[in-house]
């Protein structure tokens, strides 16, 4: 089965919480954390993790937190998931041939065709459509 992360959906939530505020101000991972029952730490990592990518802009000190500095309708989900957690793909063998099976299976092909329509919905999918 397909999951999300809790990584993308923290992330996601977090987005999604910081375009409600309509740039009113900063918003803290505290303030995230606090409202919908997600680990702080896991949550601090992730919008770090988002802010080394240029998708949220950390203002550090005392009344610092987060904001949206990405146009989120140019970033796409494919692009969105794999910034955060690496090449999209449903089987390692999608990135990695190094599978010992590789000679032997029988399913590698559709699998792959599988993934690349999957990769295809994600990338005509943007952050702002999720988000907003």
Not at 4 to 31: C, F, P, W
Not at 53 to 79: C, F, M, R
Not at 80 to 100: A, H, N, Q, R, W
Request: proline fraction near 3%.
């Amino acid at each position: 089965m397909l999951n999300i992360t809790r990584k993308v959906e923290y992330a996601l939530i977090a987005l999604r919480h910081m375009q409600s505020k309509n740039d009113i101000g900063l918003t803290s991972a505290k303030e995230i954390a606090a409202q919908y029952g997600i680990p702080k730490q896991l949550l601090a990592k992730t919008l770090q993790q988002m802010s080394r990518e240029g998708i949220v802009k950390a203002v550090h000190g005392p009344t610092g937190g987060y904001k949206i500095a990405a146009n989120l309708k140019k970033i796409s989900l494919k692009d969105f998931f794999e910034k955060l957690e690496g090449p999209l793909g449903m089987m390692d063998c999608y990135f990695d041939s190094e599978c010992v099976q590789i000679s032997n299976c029988n399913i590698r092909v559709p699998i792959q065709r599988i993934n690349n329509n999957m990769r295809d919905m994600f990338s005509q999918m943007t952050l702002q459509e999720i988000t907003q």
